[in-house]
């Protein structure tokens, strides 16, 4: 590609061409379409290749990749965009009514699943002749155990949940990829050997980004709801949003806290207290509209980009039996991370039917995942982890994506759509 304005014709042509044809011929959920369909060419590519490889089709798509900092991208770019949009449509009352259940798997849930992962993950690569360090093994654990929240709520619009377990499902997937990165960051430090970690280090670093963020957001959100509440021009408001969400990312990013749960905070905020005392009628359809359209583009790039990365894990045969195995292990976590909580929490409350199955089957895996670790430093192992991560974020988009509205069904009652 010549320049930037070319690369990103190209994605939006095929994001609009591959939209295209899931509406008209695959009729799947559309970020599951473009998923399958861009894996479908990536692999088409890659055959190709290996029958004629004079034609060079799959360098094509590694070309593009390459021009593409996937995690750059996402983690400084789409990906605050993506949550504001989504924490836009959250109703705050409802997670207040559930903070108990959705801290607690947004924490101890994190930290149970990156343990059990790290552990399994450990032995199912000695078995399988690709030896890991723990130390390594326990940053698959981090990077795969977060949920992700833009796969999950592009599901929660397409699928009837009842409305606890949404908030649940939603809420949690907010915040949990924020405490999932500090845990990466600080698994990360230790097994390259890049700095001493102590419980306290561990404990300042999670305060300042988890509640650092959190005060940045509540303070950056609160200039932006009074800004709105002094006009009503929707046009200028819709700005104010954009400011919003691109100035406090970029200040948290310069305060080495946390971005995600400060844009997170900012959108609930305006998404609920400024849509009901900041706006008229006509400025928040505008809002809702401009944001829910930014949000249906966005996916689309993103989901894409991810079916195109196949062309970028390893096709070793030990590799790819190791990855498959993961599969089940990150589930078995997922439910022991979903059960453990719940449990102790039903001591003094009521949780909906099919909570545990509804919530193991619909913490779906995506974008940050793959962010994450495409980001660690070049080496076999993180060849190996993103075999193994790729695997897992296929398999939860499609498969579980897929089939999330027959578990909520089997195990929650007939749902209203």
Not at 196 to 223: D, K, M, P, Q, Y
Not at 253 to 269: K, W
Not at 359 to 378: D, E, F, K, M, N
């Amino acid at each position: 590609m010549e320049t930037a304005f070319d690369l990103v014709a190209v994605l939006l042509g095929l994001a609009a061409l591959f939209g295209y044809i899931n509406h008209k011929l695959l009729k799947l959920p559309h970020t599951i379409g473009l998923v399958v369909i861009a894996l479908a060419v990536s692999l088409g590519a890659l055959a190709a290749d290996a029958l004629v490889p004079a034609w060079g089709f799959g360098d094509s798509v590694r070309a593009m990749l390459a021009e593409i900092d996937f995690t750059e991208a996402l983690m400084k770019g789409l990906l605050s965009f993506l949550l504001f949009a989504g924490a836009l449509h959250v109703d705050l009352s409802a997670l207040a009514e559930r903070k108990w259940a959705i801290a607690s798997m947004a924490t101890v849930g994190v930290l149970m699943s990156t343990a059990i992962v790290g552990g399994g993950a450990f032995v199912i690569f000695q078995a399988t002749g690709v030896p890991v360090p723990l130390a390594y093994c326990l940053v698959f654990g981090a990077l795969i155990s977060p949920t992700d929240p833009v796969a999950v709520m592009s599901i929660l619009k397409k699928v009837a949940v009842p409305p606890g377990l949404e908030a649940k499902i939603a809420g949690e997937s907010l915040f949990n990829d924020g405490v999932g990165v500090v845990v990466f960051a600080i698994l990360v430090a230790i097994a390259t050997g890049g700095a001493e970690v102590s419980a306290g280090s561990v404990a300042v670093l999670f305060l300042a980004e988890a509640v650092g963020g959190a005060l940045l957001g509540l303070a950056a959100g609160t200039i932006a709801f009074y800004a709105m509440r002094s006009l009503d021009e929707h046009n200028i408001e819709v700005i104010i949003t954009l400011a919003l969400v691109t100035v406090t990312y970029a200040v948290a990013h310069r305060l080495h806290i946390s971005g995600l749960i400060a844009v997170v905070v900012a959108g609930l905020l305006i998404g609920n207290h400024g849509a009901r005392l900041a706006m008229s009628d006509t400025t928040r359809e505008h809002i809702r509209t401009f944001w829910s359209l930014a949000d249906e583009i966005l996916n689309s790039l993103l989901f894409m980009l991810i079916g195109f990365e196949v062309v970028a894990i390893s096709g070793e045969p030990g590799a790819l039996v190791a990855a498959l195995l993961t599969i089940p292990l990150v589930l078995i976590a997922r439910l022991a991370a979903v059960a453990g909580p719940i449990s102790i929490l039903r001591l003094g409350q009521d949780f909906s039917k099919g909570a545990i199955p509804v919530l193991t089957w619909g913490g779906l895996r995506g974008g940050i995942s793959v962010a994450l670790v495409l980001s660690l430093p070049p080496s076999a192992e993180r060849e190996l982890m993103l075999t193994a991560c790729y695997a897992v974020v296929i398999f939860s988009i499609v498969i579980q994506g897929l089939t999330m509205e027959w578990v909520v069904r089997r195990f929650s009652g007939p749902t209203k759509s």
